[in-house]
């Protein structure tokens, strides 16, 4: 069946549909990931984003429940030169995604990076261009939006086994990035977005992992202030989006970028050891500042990757250290957090 994308400056893209039939509105972004296309559509940072492949075939790996980075896909679309497999597309099918296949990814990429990342309209059927361009034009911008309480847990859990405890505030958080804790022989308790400061100390953590999630850091002043509330009382681990609001509690600003920051091969620079790491990453936000705080650049854009707060013990990466999907270069991140908070204990 065929299908088209509509982007909101007007520019038709057709394709050729490969799961479920509709409409799916977001912001059509993109992922120059080779691997990883289902760790990309149930990463939890992607919701109500219409995603892209560089990769010119997508699926020819299969699909596993170990690869979901969440219970559910969040990504409301996936674009793809070519799709191999059929587990894949029956995947995509039975999870109400709309796909395509067919479309030039190619066109589309220097379009997004030339333009923007835009809101958009991928259409799986028959459909009016000109009546999805209005609808498209109609829908809200990702600036300004809060959507973290939609893909947060609305109930604590556990998971792990330990003597440490570590709390994990939950804005959307990676399967990949529990897992990496449960690997250092922790005990986590993961709490919804909206958990207070008093409720999170109460608990007694060792220390308090702020997660990744999607939308815009600056539009979550609640979370913010919560997280300034902590700074300085216990040890704090910001990870993408929890490092973008560590940020804004610390002082610094945050932007939106043009077309963002997504794939498993961003060179970031460690100030100092003058190190390189290449990194996952998907955020279309970014911090903005300078100063001693800062421990880590992208070398792409320069934009800043990491802080450290020393007189607070927290810090924070902008990139995925859980890699999941991606390069193991920040693997030792999270370890490195955890037997700091256990030395600091023992000391």
Not at 73 to 79: D, S
Not at 178 to 193: D, F, K, N, Y
């Amino acid at each position: 069946m065929s299908g088209l994308l509509v982007l909101e400056d007007g520019a038709v893209f057709r394709g050729r549909s490969v799961g479920a039939l509709g409409v799916a509105h977001g912001e059509a972004v993109f992922t120059t990931a080779m691997t990883g296309y289902q760790e990309v559509v149930t990463d939890p940072s992607y919701a109500e984003q219409l995603v892209a492949f560089t990769a010119p075939m997508i699926g020819n790996y299969g699909v596993s429940p170990q690869r979901s980075e969440s219970a559910r896909a969040h990504a409301r679309a996936v674009l793809m030169r070519r799709a191999t497999g059929e587990d894949w597309t029956r995947w995509l099918h039975g999870r109400g995604i709309v796909a395509l296949e067919e479309v030039d990814t190619r066109a589309l990429v220097v379009r997004l990076r030339e333009r923007g990342a835009m809101r958009a309209a991928a259409v799986a059927g028959a459909a009016s261009v000109d009546e999805v361009l209005a609808n498209v034009r109609a829908q809200a911008s990702m600036a300004g939006r809060a959507l973290v309480a939609a893909v947060s847990t609305q109930e604590p859990y556990r998971v792990g086994h330990g003597s440490t405890h570590i709390a994990v505030v939950d804005y959307g958080c990676k399967r990949s990035i529990l897992h990496r804790l449960s690997t250092c022989r922790v005990q986590t308790t993961v709490w919804p977005h909206d958990a207070d400061a008093a409720t999170l100390l109460l608990s007694r953590p060792a220390g308090v992992l702020l997660s990744n999630g999607p939308g815009d850091p600056a539009a979550l002043p609640g979370e913010v202030a919560v997280v300034r509330e902590l700074l300085g009382r216990v040890p704090i681990l910001g990870i993408c989006l929890g490092h973008q609001l560590l940020a804004l509690a610390a002082g610094f600003d945050t932007f939106k970028l043009p077309f963002g920051h997504r794939g498993a091969n961003h060179p970031v620079l460690e100030l100092a050891s003058s190190r390189v790491l290449v990194t996952s990453q998907n955020h279309g936000f970014a911090v903005r500042g300078d100063g001693p705080a800062v421990t880590h650049v992208s070398l792409y854009d320069g934009t800043v990757e990491g802080i450290g707060l020393a007189g607070e013990r927290a810090r924070s990466l902008q990139f995925h250290p859980e890699a999941g999907p991606g390069p193991h270069d920040a693997w030792p991140e999270i370890e490195a957090w955890v037997d700091g908070i256990r030395y600091a204990a023992a000391a």
